[in-house]
């Protein structure tokens, strides 16, 4: 198959000049590595925010009539936590900081699409952060992430506060998703054909429409709380005509759609770690792309699952959930595919790695239940419960989260050039596997005895339970410090690893660790698949990469 | 461009068919276990019928859980151990360069489709046996507060805010709602909960099939003490001590007022009522029932132009002649009669200032 | 809007007339960035929409008892001026192609003003149901939580458009786009087509359904 050659006098000719001074090459910067670095940097910092927050809670369930912080206290520190943890480290950290970093490298492009419009997105960012933290300050929002009317009318001041962060980072989300797809659809390196991208370019593909769509949804969510709050114009409030029920299916529009926002990505990193590491090719790649197609149209249809107690009408209870048991299928196929990948292979346990096979297990375990809960019938007892607690925080920390550290030792030294320490981060991850479950785990029985989520004092039957939960969160707390403590050491004093310390065949391993702020000096072609460990590297053009040849010449500034 | 036979051949060796074997016996382990072993009723009594039902559906899952969490979780294992790197492999060594197995994918296609129709085939049929009843049973009325429940019966005048109590054997329709937030019934023995949302009234239906206290618990939250609100139960008695004690709390509350308690006992300020004020809080609140339009065009109740000048206007529905001060009382009492139950000046969300407001609005139709 | 289409730009040079490589492959990406954002702002309306249906299909039925009396006949005359302004759009872009620009400058200047009147329309019905029905956003219920956050949203992205329309004129004017380099027109056109269509649905849903 011919390979088209890059149109001389394009966009991958058209290079920015080198950008000059502090302010212009690390605040605002309009170069994506920087970018994704900076949304790192941040997320990492809301992620010890909300870890602390997190432990608050657990320290406050350690007895059953709790006494740590009054009840209003609590409300609020779990209302920030969850927020902080779906919107401001999640979410960003997996299209933000992964999404911009890697992916135009992955499929040979100088920049994204709109590389201002990056700059916006990021900076729109921590100022709606600030702003969330900033409620606590006149009373924070304290009716749980999802803000159920009539509970959020009557919420302190601080929670209009909320609407506005949130909207602002979803401004943001809406932004990116835009200048994400556009980069993929458009500037793509000759030759790279949709069934040539690396899984981690299809993870961000389908996310971004998600998105795109999906969290412009919730912005009208958000606008239409935050003008009943403010003006007192009825969406919501059944003593002026409104309906809560509104709100649910609003919210849940957005957000059944944006867990596979904060899903899809690490499948991606997963698909990329697990041939890297196990010397294989992904196991069925159109699958594993087509499966993310598939998961995330329906993820559009089936948002009401969040809702079968709150009284719709039963016959829709029924489409619903039979739609929400059809994604137990390409879920599953993901799952086994790349259990299959393993097989055969020569397998190499890099932290990297470990933390890729340690979500498929916690994955796969928080998948099941969530089938489990589809059931309308199951999902009558467990709705509302700690099992939801349980269920969530396996797909959301077993499965994000362990996806998102697999992938930070694993594009660590492509960002600066040298390794996180393996030694520490294999203890890293023993703990933090070990603590995640030992608190999480727990929590399937405590829901399904009949202990409510969401309460700042307990019947003292979950006492026992509870202390166990809470006793191997420090556990996990402390391993995430121990993570952010190995980055900000291997910064300086990682060992130096070369270019591609994986020997990992994806573009952005080709050149230089960490990349020139043009990216490639010449845009490379690409001829087949790149996991195909026993042929030579598919790429043509990257001969000059890794030599003193001089670099490409900027175009002419404007 | 590919050569579509470069996959080698796969061979599954021994071992894989020991742990295959050995996965199974786990699986199917488990799957008895949850089947048939696991002691469900001693960890939570099944206190009606329909926590039977959903029990049953829960240990199909359980079961097709586990078996399935095995498998994954011990291949996952099991390659993990056998296909490291091992000292004597090079730095350069190579994995099996394997990229699909249609018939391998077809079948992990399969399966787990018609698993999941099977599935959704068993929840359906639970499901339907739990929504679909009709509402012939005993209705009691659930209501969330912040942060308690009260309990209305057939039959008992007021609310009965303290224990619920249910008859062995008897069908039961409980409607929910909610005065203020949203609140949830949830009793963990009966394995189902209603949201309780103000505005809407959602229904469960069961009988009661054990004897026994179950807990009540809050699973929305509602507010600063969500956490306390699972301090009442559900009390399911032999038939003859629940009419004893339904007829205690007929005796007990044969003199308590049918309307909720109201914010104002006395009578209301007339003075000051701003006709468009009230012209707006009619199409908010009474319009749904009320035209304004002549008496007789009637819609719930009867049309409400001219009530205070038409001379033609008959009594009141409580008899009373038609001035300022009994249209007052109504609207702060409520009503109920045949023709059917107007809410009081709680439920209906009236301050006495918006009473007077509809009043002067009322005055000032003709 | 104006920003919106700036933001998306990538520095291009401008001065000579044929369009070259970079600039044919940069208006790409513009158009396409540009009607992923109207997507989204499709999305946004459409949630809208949504909330309004659901009201209106709960609760007391619609017209909610006691909703003000809107009124078609001025909505309709407002609808024949606003698609009258897409098609003087329209041609404003077809003489920019055919080189023409008193023409295309005129049939701009048609645009912004027909866009002012379906404003001043929409000031008048907005008056004329403030002072006769006493109907406001925050006082009239669920109809103002729809009819008034509806029609808002789109009067705003009118007025919007009006002031991008004028931006682009005067950058015609002032040379910044030629013959052959005219993405920011082709947007602008776009923008405006869009806020068109939106007014169908929301005339259909308001006034005929």
């Known amino acids: 198959m011919a390979v088209a050659a890059v149109h001389a006098g394009g966009i991958a000719d058209h290079i920015h000049p080198e950008p000059e001074g502090f302010i212009r090459k690390y605040v605002f910067s309009i170069d994506h590595k920087i970018i994704g670095i900076q949304y790192l940097v941040t997320t990492f910092m809301f992620l010890v925010l909300g870890g602390m927050l997190a432990e608050l809670i657990r320290v406050q369930l350690m007895n059953a009539n709790g006494g740590f912080m009054t009840p209003d206290t609590y409300n609020e520190v779990y209302s920030i936590h969850g927020s902080t943890m779906v919107w401001l480290v999640i979410i960003p950290m997996l299209t933000g900081a992964f999404g911009n970093f890697v992916f135009p490298l992955q499929i040979g492009a100088r920049d994204v699409a709109f590389p201002w419009l990056n700059m916006l997105s990021f900076w729109l960012f921590p100022p709606a952060g600030l702003m969330l933290y900033g409620s606590f300050l006149m009373g924070a929002p304290a009716a749980g992430w999802t803000e159920y009317p009539p509970m959020s009318l009557q919420g302190q001041a601080g929670t209009s506060m909320w609407c506005a962060a949130i909207f602002l980072v979803g401004v943001s989300s809406t932004l990116t998703g835009i200048n994400f797809l556009v980069t993929l659809l458009k500037m793509r390196a000759p030759g790279m054909t949709y069934t040539r991208m690396p899984l981690f370019c299809w993870a961000q593909f389908v996310t971004a429409p998600l998105l795109m769509i999906a969290t412009t949804a919730l912005g009208a969510a958000l606008a239409a709380l935050f003008v009943e709050r403010q003006f007192g114009v009825p969406f919501f409030d059944p003593t002026k005509g409104g309906s809560p029920l509104l709100w649910q299916h609003m919210f849940w529009f957005y957000s059944h759609p944006a867990v596979y926002i904060m899903i899809l990505p690490v499948f991606g990193i997963v698909s990329e770690v697990f041939p890297t590491f196990a010397r294989k090719p992904i196991f069925g790649y159109k699958m594993i792309a087509f499966s993310s197609c598939s998961i995330a149209i329906l993820g559009f249809m089936v948002w009401a699952h969040h809702m079968f107690t709150s009284g719709m009408a039963p016959f829709l209870q029924l489409p619903f959930m039979v739609l929400t048991m059809l994604i137990a299928i390409p879920t599953g196929i993901k799952i086994f595919s790349w259990v299959a990948t393993l097989w055969g292979g020569k397998i190499h346990f890099s932290t990297a790695m470990l933390f890729a096979v340690g979500f498929i297990a916690t994955f796969t375990l928080g998948g099941i239940t969530g089938v489990f809960l589809a059931a309308v019938p199951f999902d009558l007892h467990a709705h509302g419960t700690y099992f939801i607690v349980a269920h969530l925080h396996y797909v959301l920390v077993g499965g994000s989260l362990m996806g998102v550290f697999s992938g930070l030792y694993f594009w660590f030294p492509k960002m600066t050039g040298r390794l996180m320490s393996e030694k520490l981060g294999k203890w890293t ?83 230089p660790s960490p990349p020139h702020y043009y990216n490639f000096k010449h845009i490379p072609s690409v001829f087949a698949n790149p996991y195909d460990f026993n042929e030579p590297l598919p790429y043509r053009g990257l001969e000059d990469e890794l030599t003193d040849a001089p670099p490409p010449v900027p175009a002419a500034a404007h | ?361 009322l005055k000032s139709t003709k | 809007m104006a920003v919106a289409s700036s933001l998306l730009s990538t520095p291009v040079t ?142 705003f992205h009118v007025f919007v458009g009006v002031i991008y329309l004028t931006v682009l004129l005067l950058q015609a004017t002032a040379g910044t786009y030629t013959f052959s380099k005219y993405t920011g027109l082709t947007l602008g056109t776009l923008y405006w087509h869009f806020v068109d269509v939106i007014w169908v649905v929301l005339f259909s849903i308001f006034y005929l359904l």
């Open chain 3, 14 to 155: 401008h001065g000579h007339d044929d369009a070259d490589q970079l600039y044919i492959e940069t208006r790409e990406l513009r158009v396409q960035g540009f009607l992923l954002f109207m997507v989204s702002d499709l999305v946004l309306f459409s949630s809208f929409i949504f909330a309004y249906l659901y009201l209106r299909n709960t609760g007391q039925g619609w017209p909610p008892p006691g909703a003000p009396h809107v009124d078609i006949w001025l909505a309709a005359m407002n609808s024949v001026v606003l698609f009258g302004s897409g098609a003087t759009m329209h041609f404003a872009l077809e003489n920019w192609k055919h080189r023409n620009f008193m023409k295309f400058a005129s049939w701009m200047v048609a645009t912004i003003v027909l866009g002012l009147l379906f404003l001043g329309g929409q000031g008048v019905e907005y008056v004329s149901l403030y002072t006769k029905d006493h109907a406001s956003w925050g006082g009239s219920g669920i109809f103002g939580a729809s009819f008034f956050t509806l029609t808002g949203m789109h009067g």
């Open chain 2, 1 to 361: 461009m590919a050569v579509e036979n470069r996959d080698p051949a796969v061979r599954l060796d021994r071992g894989f068919w020991l742990v295959t074997l050995l996965l199974a016996v786990l699986a199917a382990i488990g799957i008895v276990y949850w089947a048939l072993l696991a002691p469900i009723t001693s960890w939570l009594p099944e206190a009606v019928d329909k926590a039977q039902q959903i029990d049953s559906l829960s240990r199909f899952l359980m079961a097709s859980g586990t078996a399935l969490f095995i498998f994954v979780a011990g291949y996952l294992l099991y390659f993990s151990i056998a296909f490291r790197r091992r000292a004597s492999d090079g730095p350069d060594a190579i994995g099996v360069q394997i990229h699909d197995n249609n018939k391998l994918e077809l079948w992990w296609t399969i399966v787990p489709a018609v698993f999941v129709v099977v599935m959704a085939i068993f929840s359906i049929q639970i499901w339907a046996g739990i929504q679909l009843g009709d509402n012939n049973g005993m209705v009691v009325e659930a209501l969330g507060h912040q942060w308690f429940y009260s309990f209305r019966y057939p039959d008992v005048h007021g609310e009965i805010t303290n224990e619920m109590h249910l008859p062995l054997g008897t069908p039961v329709t409980l409607h929910v709602t909610s005065y203020d937030v949203i609140h949830s019934f949830w009793v963990p023995d009966m394995r189902i909960k209603a949201d309780m949302v103000p505005g809407i009234i959602n229904t469960l239906r069961f009988t009661p099939t054990k004897v026994g206290r179950y807990q009540i618990v809050c699973t929305e939250f509602c507010g600063t003490l969500h956490g306390e609100m699972n301090k009442q139960y559900l009390v399911i008695d032999t038939p003859q001590k629940y009419k004893a004690w339904y007829q205690g709390w007929q005796q007990k509350n044969a003199h308590a007022s049918d309307a909720i308690p109201t914010q104002s006992t006395g009578a209301i300020s007339l003075s000051g009522g701003n006709v468009n004020a009230g012209k707006m809080l009619f199409t908010q609140k009474c319009s749904a029932c009320h035209a304004l339009a002549p008496f007789s065009q009637k819609v719930v109740g009867p049309g409400l132009k001219g009530v205070l000048s038409d001379p033609a206007h008959p009594n009141l529905v409580d008899g009373a002649k038609a001035t300022p001060e009994n249209v007052a009382k109504i609207l702060q009492k409520g009503y109920k009669g045949d023709m059917g139950q107007m809410p009081n000046q709680t439920a209906n969300g009236l301050t006495d200032k918006d009473i007077a407001d509809l009043v002067a609005f």
């Open chain 1, 429 to 511: 991850f023993w703990l933090f596997f070990i603590g995640f479950n030992g608190t999480f785990l727990p929590m399937h029985n405590m829901g399904l005895l009949g202990m409510p989520r969401r309460v700042a004092e307990y019947d003292p039957q979950f006492q026992t339970l509870n202390r166990i939960a809470s006793s191997f969160s420090f556990l996990m707390t402390f391993a995430i410090l121990l993570i952010i403590i190995n980055a900000l050491y291997s910064i300086k004093n990682g060992k130096k690893c070369g270019h591609n310390p994986w020997n990992a065949r994806t573009l952005e391993w080709q050149i």
